[in-house]
């Protein structure tokens, strides 16, 4: 059975960093692209950031490029979300989900971490 | 960037009615359109890709149709599991874009 579990969000204050993460299971990871989708309270979805199956390829929205970092570690079957200078804009239910095959949309998705950007 | 519009963003409907949902890309996204179907609270769930292509498990009420700038999602006899947020998803650039939701609700 395939899961994603994701963990890491909370409280933080404007300005500050925290890092998402997501422990994968019921499939060969190091074969997939994974994904990166946020959902700010009560809006719509949004996809913040694509990581290829090495690693080595990375695409982010403009709104999150240069503040997050994604990333992964195939040893570990986890996919991570560092969040650098935190907005309150940045506030959401961050989902971790995998791409499908050679393509990009997302056949499964994790149950979400909520990260909330106040003073 | 691809920019992608539904329509209607509320619909409101009864069990066994046919139900149609629009989604329009501001360029053309050829058939890379996949549809997810949000309940409160839980992830997005994969109903659709490829533009018509239903994932395993859907149920055959659902259908997808269209290429270019224009889709439908259509439920055939809306059930009452169905009552949600659905979504669409262009893949054809980056950066991949969803469109706003359309809520289906009990009339």
């Known amino acids: 059975e395939v899961q994603l579990v994701e963990s890491g969000g909370g409280l933080v204050q404007p300005g500050g960093s925290l890092r998402l993460s997501c422990a994968v299971s019921g499939f060969t990871f190091s074969n997939y692209w994974m994904t990166w989708v946020r959902q700010a309270p009560g809006k719509g979805l949004e996809w913040v950031a694509d990581v290829s199956q090495d690693g080595r390829t990375v695409y982010y929205v403009e709104s999150v490029k240069g503040r997050f970092t994604i990333s992964r570690d195939n040893t570990k079957n986890s996919l991570f979300l560092q969040m650098d200078s935190l907005r309150v804009e940045d506030t959401a239910v961050y989902y971790c989900?995998?791409?499908?095959?050679?393509?990009?949309?997302?056949?499964?998705w994790g149950q979400g971490t909520l990260v909330t950007v106040s003073s | 960037d691809i920019q992608m519009t539904q329509s209607p963003s509320t619909l409101s409907a009864s069990v066994g009615d046919r139900v149609t949902i629009t989604c329009r890309a501001s360029q053309s996204s050829f058939a890379w359109l996949a549809w997810y179907q949000q309940k409160p609270g839980k992830a997005p769930k994969l109903l659709i890709y490829?533009?018509?292509t239903l994932e395993n498990g859907v149920p055959s009420r659902f259908s997808g149709s269209g290429s270019g700038t224009e889709f439908t999602l259509t439920i055939s006899s809306l059930q009452p599991d169905d009552f949600a947020t659905y979504y669409c998803?262009?893949?054809?650039?980056?950066?991949?874009?969803f469109g706003g939701g359309t809520k289906v609700e009990i009339k």
């Open positions: 998803q262009q893949y054809y650039l980056y950066p991949l874009t």
């Open positions: 490829k533009a018509s």
């Open positions: 989900g995998r791409d499908s095959g050679s393509y990009r949309y997302f056949d499964f």
